[in-house]
């Protein structure tokens, strides 16, 4: 149960498009179309933005959005926002009914 | 309106225990798989440990094995988690989370956490 790989840190002014990664292995991203990505802005808990993949929960913008490829998922904000500055996780689905969380990437709006 | 309240974290020794609870309100809860996800000080989420709505299938992470119970009371729509031999590495705020779907990592909703501190 490794956690997910993401990219630290990841940047853009307010009205681009930035794309988070998250990588992980044939047992987990790779093997289920269930990856969830998550919001959580500081002292605050855990916001679900993304689920199954591409799922937007009811409430969410539609700026956020997701993909999946092999191994790999990715999270596109789109129209980037300065309420957009918080920390996010991807998680996956990791078989035997346990999941597994990415390591974190921290948003920085310019 | 749906909630979720933790209780019970504190400061406890190494090897000692602790029960954490997680009120819940708002949604019918008996229907609801539910989860304990924890963050350490500065670090990033862990899923620590999940429970089927009936509460008959309780699934836990490698660290935590062994451990941790997980478990529920539909009657009073609490979720519990019992924390034993505990270890410096468990000190984290504790989210329980409720899920969304039926399949995956789907965490619609969390409480507040309840942070546990593990220290000499």
């Known amino acids: 149960q490794s956690a997910l790989t993401q990219p630290a840190s990841v940047s853009g002014s307010p009205g681009q498009s930035i794309t988070i990664s998250c990588t992980g292995t044939s047992s987990d991203v790779g093997g289920y179309n269930h990856v969830s990505w998550y919001q959580q802005h500081p002292g605050k808990a855990p916001k679900l933005m993304i689920y199954?993949?591409?799922n937007r929960p009811s409430g969410v913008s539609n700026r956020f959005s997701g993909s999946w490829s092999g191994n790999t998922a990715s999270l596109t904000i789109s129209g980037l926002q300065a309420e957009d500055e918080a920390d996010y996780y991807c998680s996956s689905y990791a078989s035997s009914n346990t999941y597994v969380f990415g390591t974190g990437t921290k948003v920085t709006v310019l | 309106e749906v909630q979720l309240l933790e209780s019970g974290g504190g400061s406890v020794q190494p090897g000692g225990s602790l029960r954490l609870s997680c009120a819940a309100s708002?949604?019918?809860?008996?229907?609801?798989?539910m989860s304990w996800v924890r963050q350490a000080p500065g670090k990033g989420l862990e899923w620590v440990s999940g429970i089927h709505s009936s509460g008959d299938s309780k699934y836990y992470a490698d660290s935590v094995k062994g451990r941790f119970t997980i478990s529920r009371d539909n009657s009073k729509n609490t979720l519990y988690l019992q924390l034993n031999s505990l270890r410096a590495e468990d000190t984290a705020a504790y989210y329980c989370?409720?899920?969304?779907?039926?399949?995956?990592?789907?965490?619609?909703?969390w409480g507040q956490g309840t942070l546990v501190t593990v220290s000499s």
């Open positions: 199954d993949v591409t």
């Open positions: 989370a409720k899920r969304l779907a039926a399949v995956g990592p789907n965490f619609d909703y």
């Open positions: 708002g949604f019918t809860f008996s229907s609801y798989a």
